[in-house]
């Protein structure tokens, strides 16, 4: 265990977003190729668009989870249900683990308004930053939760 979990905090490190930077340590059990997998989940980042909504780390863990429990027949109701109890599991134990489910107070920010341009990643940014802990936390938890 842990090694997925240490990728994740080494691809956040090196300037993927939160969600990227989790479901790329996942994406080749699944046969996605980085280019793909960075692009599915490059919207998550920030808190949805860096609008400190749903931190992005528990976004690419649910892009894993919907990989691992998600169906294609949109008719198999049951199949639906576990895949957003599941859903619904992560939640509960990020939130858990972190406070909160929600980039803006896990960064402390309140309702402030950000620009969507991403800061640029220093030594400073890191140190003010919880996000590489959590990314390591959110990969940890879809390690555990799915024996990976």
Do not use: W
């Not at 996942?26 to 949805?48: H, N, P, Q, R, V």
């Not at 199949?79 to 929600?102: H, W």
Request: proline letters at 3%; aromatic letters at 8%; hydrophobic letters at 35%.
């Amino acid at each position: 265990m842990g090694k997925r979990a240490d990728r994740a905090k080494e691809l956040f490190m090196s300037g993927y977003n939160c969600s990227q930077a989790v479901f790329l340590a996942f994406a080749d059990k699944y046969g996605i190729d980085e280019d793909t997998a960075t692009l599915l989940a490059s919207s998550f980042g920030g808190g949805m668009g860096r609008s400190r909504e749903v931190c992005g780390a528990l976004s690419g863990a649910l892009i894993v989870n919907g990989m691992e429990t998600g169906t294609t027949d949109v008719r198999d109701t049951a199949a639906k249900a576990n895949n957003y109890q599941s859903a619904r599991e992560l939640m509960e134990t990020f939130r858990a683990d972190n406070g909160s489910i929600y980039c803006r107070e896990l960064l402390g920010i309140g309702q402030k308004k950000e620009s969507p341009v991403p800061e640029t990643r220093t030594d400073a940014y890191y140190k003010k930053r919880p996000c590489p802990e959590i990314v390591y936390g959110a990969a940890l938890m879809l390690e555990e939760k799915f024996n990976m």
